[in-house]
């Protein structure tokens, strides 16, 4: 993840990237709107970028301990998937439904 940071980080920013969906890690983690390890702004009126690790489906679970970092704002280690709603170019709706009993 570091040397994706170092890569990616300032390109997202500089092009006002909200939201970034990233796979591979088996959970679930969505971060603050975030630049150079800090948050910024909101959900509704980002100064960086919400990243989202989605990885629940299928294969096993990741359960290896997480970095305790203030960015993070949610993680799950349950199996289930996304629903995206897109209502126009400035609105989108996230829900992640668990496999094991179909909560939202």
């Excluded at 959970?27 to 990243?51: F, I």
């Excluded at 679970?61 to 709603?85: C, L, N, P, Q």
């Excluded at 989108?92 to 439904?97: A, D, E, I, P, T």
Aim: proline share 1%; glycine share 12%.
């Amino acid at each position: 993840g570091v040397h994706l940071k170092e890569e990616m980080e300032d390109l997202l920013y500089e092009h006002n990237v909200d939201l970034a969906l990233w796979g591979h890690y088996h959970s679930y983690e969505r971060t603050c709107a975030l630049y150079n390890g800090t948050c910024r702004g909101t959900y509704d009126h980002p100064g960086g970028t919400v990243h989202m690790v989605i990885g629940t489906a299928g294969y096993g679970m990741d359960h290896k301990g997480y970095m305790d970092k203030e960015w993070s704002a949610f993680r799950a280690t349950h199996y289930g998937y996304f629903v995206i709603d897109i209502f126009n170019s400035s609105t989108l709706h996230f829900q992640y439904v668990w496999n094991s009993d179909g909560k939202v």
